[in-house]
């Protein structure tokens, strides 16, 4: 017997999988939220989700009176009720997802977005730091964010005049996943958001990161040194390394090299080191807007896990790890089947859609996998064949598989009518959000079943599960 769990506990922790804990579900997978993306009065593209405790804060965009705006509410964790009535964010050009990350009794995030509910003329006036409190107070305060002036020292080639779009990138195109970066330290709220600097001619301006916390004033970080390189710095994330300092993960480069690159930031935002190349390269692929080159970074214990795009095909995604101060940086041990190998029991599978957060002692990542139909050369005649759904699983610091993998999502999920000559149509792929509040987990996905499946109707469906290091 002692043999036996000594071999059990050795297969346990060798190659890729280093089993610590678990992960069990809260609440069983329910309808969140309906409607068809665009349609008028209807919830339109990515909600993005916060979690407090029993209620998650939702941010989503409709069309009222004309306008599009951006709206905020509460919901019950457990049930999908709503707790509290819309807020009202503002006005939107182009809806950018959010973090929302706990702060105290509070969540909060970056909203770009015109609260006065006029015509959007500028951009710079777009960017607001929200804080919101759950019920039963259900209080939301937005104060805009002002972006400094240039200083003409800075880059011999600037033109006079404000910082021009507000964006996340310009090559590095952060995918429609891409979220506005936000942490919470001891000091408060750190933000990051990109913006372009006004540059003549052909040199029309790179990305450069810029940062902001108690002042809300956002400043240029000094990196890259000319802001009219083509390229700049874009799609940032941060993450908390302690109570008072943050890690920046950012894509650097032109159109043919897009390296990431990791630096720590003071609680205020001061750079306390100077860039380390972390991932990237010019094996990353250029093209293809939906699968973004925004990394996802989140501390574990001694190491920094990340994930990153790689690969020509946009459906791959790398686990990347390294020491908190950027160095050996290497890929992790355990790595999602890619539609660019044939390592998965099902074949070559399309796993591009995902996200990662932080609990206790671990990193949790939640992503949707299905069998890559459009590689396969010819349409899938076996409905039997065909593998979809969304997953979770933990990760330890090393960057193997802590947990085995749940499933979030029902069979009901991958449900297809067939066209008239009997072959079976497949929905392809979904949207899948992630928050966290200590070790509970809450998670949404578009569930895109037809009407003759059993269960709840399509749309967005949520299911709350929690991720536990053992002791």
Not at 37 to 52: A, F, H, T
Not at 95 to 107: K, M
Not at 275 to 289: I, S, T, Y
Not at 428 to 457: E, K, L
Request: hydrophobic residues 40%; aromatic residues 8%; contains cysteine.
């Amino acid at each position: 017997m002692a043999l036996l769990a000594a071999l059990l506990a050795l297969s346990a922790c060798s190659g890729d999988a280093d089993i610590i804990g678990r992960c069990e579900a809260l609440t069983e997978p329910q309808l969140f939220l309906s409607g068809d993306n665009g349609g008028l009065g209807e919830v339109w593209w990515s909600p993005s989700v916060g979690l407090i405790g029993d209620h998650v804060w939702v941010t989503y965009v409709q069309m009222i009176d004309g306008k599009w705006l951006g709206l905020g509410r509460w919901y019950d964790t457990s049930t999908l009720v709503p707790t509290s009535e819309p807020v009202r964010l503002g006005t939107v050009d182009i809806w950018e997802l959010q973090n929302w990350v706990r702060d105290g009794d509070a969540l909060v995030g970056q909203v770009w977005a015109d609260p006065a509910e006029e015509a959007i003329t500028s951009d710079d006036g777009l960017v607001h730091l929200w804080r919101v409190t759950p019920p039963p107070m259900s209080t939301a305060v937005g104060n805009r964010v002002a972006l400094t002036t240039y200083d003409p020292a800075d880059d011999p080639f600037l033109l006079p005049g404000r910082w021009r779009t507000i964006d996340l990138s310009v090559f590095e195109n952060a995918g429609f996943q891409g979220a506005i970066p936000i942490v919470a330290t001891a000091s408060g709220p750190l933000g990051a958001l990109g913006a372009m600097a006004p540059c003549p001619g052909a040199r029309f301006g790179g990305i450069s990161v810029h940062v902001f916390g108690a002042d809300l004033t956002a400043h240029r970080l000094p990196f890259p040194s000319e802001l009219c390189e083509i390229g700049g710095a874009g799609v940032p994330w941060l993450f908390p390394l302690s109570a008072n300092e943050v890690g920046l993960l950012y894509r650097h480069g032109g159109a043919d090299d897009h390296e990431v690159r990791f630096v720590r930031l003071a609680a205020d935002g001061t750079p306390t080191s100077m860039p380390r190349v972390v991932g990237g390269g010019e094996n990353v692929a250029v093209a293809g807007e939906y699968a973004g080159f925004q990394p996802r970074g989140v501390r574990v214990r001694q190491h920094i896990l990340f994930t990153e795009r790689r690969g020509a095909t946009g459906q791959c995604y790398t686990v990347r790890l390294t020491d908190l101060d950027g160095d050996d940086a290497e890929d992790a041990p355990w790595q999602l089947p890619c539609a660019d190998d044939g390592g998965s029991a099902w074949g070559p599978v399309v796993t591009w859609i995902h996200q990662l957060v932080a609990v206790p002692g671990a990193a949790v990542l939640v992503w949707q996998e299905r069998s890559n139909v459009s590689a396969s050369g010819e349409i899938i005649s076996d409905p039997s064949s065909y593998h979809e759904g969304v997953f979770a699983v933990m990760l330890t610091e090393d960057g193997k598989r802590g947990s085995a993998v749940m499933t979030l999502t029902t069979p009901e999920f991958t449900a297809a009518e067939g066209n008239s000559d009997g072959t079976p149509i497949f929905a392809g792929d979904t949207d899948v959000q992630v928050a966290a509040d200590g070790n509970n987990i809450f998670a949404t996905w578009i569930d895109t079943r037809v009407a003759s499946a059993p269960g709840p109707p399509a749309g967005y469906h949520a299911r709350s599960f929690r991720c536990i290091v053992d002791p």
